[in-house]
């Protein structure tokens, strides 16, 4: 009976500690649960944080990005406007009411003694096609004209000084004889049809039928500088069995840098006795020459 009765004592003393034990349990599993809720917590608010962040970073870079575009592009269409006008005139006046193309034509520059073409019907025609540019629509006097049933052709125009073009103006004939497209070569001489199909052009142009004069043809200015010599090549026409040419005009700049001629020096192998005075012609001691 004794041990019954120990037993039972044990059991009741390990109860009562279980039942003191119980709460601090409860306690520590509830600190754990809320510990864990707030790590939950945290998790959570931080992912917001980041997404936030992230949405914004964005928003940001793309409005830095944008207005660094929207200056960049403002700023060349300012400079493409500043360099039309500066194109257009130099002094002070209303523009619409004068012709201020004339002052940057480079007619003057242009070396006609040396302008040559290619197919042309009627031998140095190809010179009346450079004029004034207030000239541009006389239409009485001679043009370039290609052969009967060839469109195709070749002109070849020097420069007294090296220039800069920034446009080219082409006025072609009625009826389909005006060239309906334009290629150009830089300072490369000699060029004949089989040159110029087979070589690469600096720049081509799809042309329209410009009776008017009105028209111009933006270069590449970049790649248009230094120029001492143009090869124009014309390779067709609008349906017409030839090629009719009134005006050919270039506006741009001339840096009134002149071409030096390079002069032929011939030396002499064997020196020829009788292109040479003697010391006894001239009042000398000698006068054998070997």
């Known amino acids: 009976m004794s041990l019954l009765r120990q037993r039972r004592h044990w059991n009741q003393q390990r ?32 992912k917001k944080w980041k997404k936030t962040v992230r949405i914004s970073s964005y928003f940001l870079f793309s409005a830095v990005f944008f207005c660094l ?33 004339s002052n940057w034509s480079l007619y003057k520059h242009i070396d006609l003694s040396k302008v040559t073409a290619l ?4 031998p140095g025609s190809v010179k009346s096609v450079f004029k004034a540019w207030e000239e541009r629509l006389n239409s009485s006097g001679e043009h370039l004209e290609s052969n009967e049933g060839d469109p195709e052709l070749l002109v070849y125009i020097p420069f007294t000084s090296d220039v800069k073009i920034k446009s080219i103006s082409v006025v072609g004939g009625a009826d389909g004889t005006s060239p309906s497209k334009m290629r150009v070569f830089i300072n490369r001489d000699g060029i004949d049809f089989s ?55 270039f506006k741009g700049e001339a840096t009134q840098l002149k071409r030096d001629v390079v002069a032929t020096i011939v030396y002499e192998i064997t020196p020829n006795p009788s292109d040479h005075k003697t010391r006894a012609e001239t009042g000398g001691g000698l006068s054998h020459v070997e």
């Open 119 to 122: 197919n042309e019907a009627n």
């Open 195 to 249: 040159d110029a199909q087979s070589m690469q052009p600096v720049q081509e142009w799809d042309l329209v039928e410009n009776l008017q004069g009105v028209l111009e043809y933006q270069t590449r200015y970049s790649k248009f500088q230094s120029v001492a010599s143009i090869t124009l090549h014309f390779p067709e026409s609008f349906g017409g069995d030839t090629t009719k040419i009134h005006y050919i005009g």
């Open 15 to 46: 109860g009562r500690r279980e039942e003191r034990k119980l709460p601090k349990r409860r306690l520590k599993r509830c600190v754990f649960n809320i510990a864990n809720k707030r790590n939950y917590l945290n998790g959570v608010v931080l």
């Open 69 to 101: 575009f929207g200056i960049c592009f403002f700023a060349c269409l300012a400079a493409k406007v500043r360099d039309r006008a500066k194109m257009a005139c130099t002094h002070d006046h209303i523009c619409e009411d004068h012709d201020c193309s």
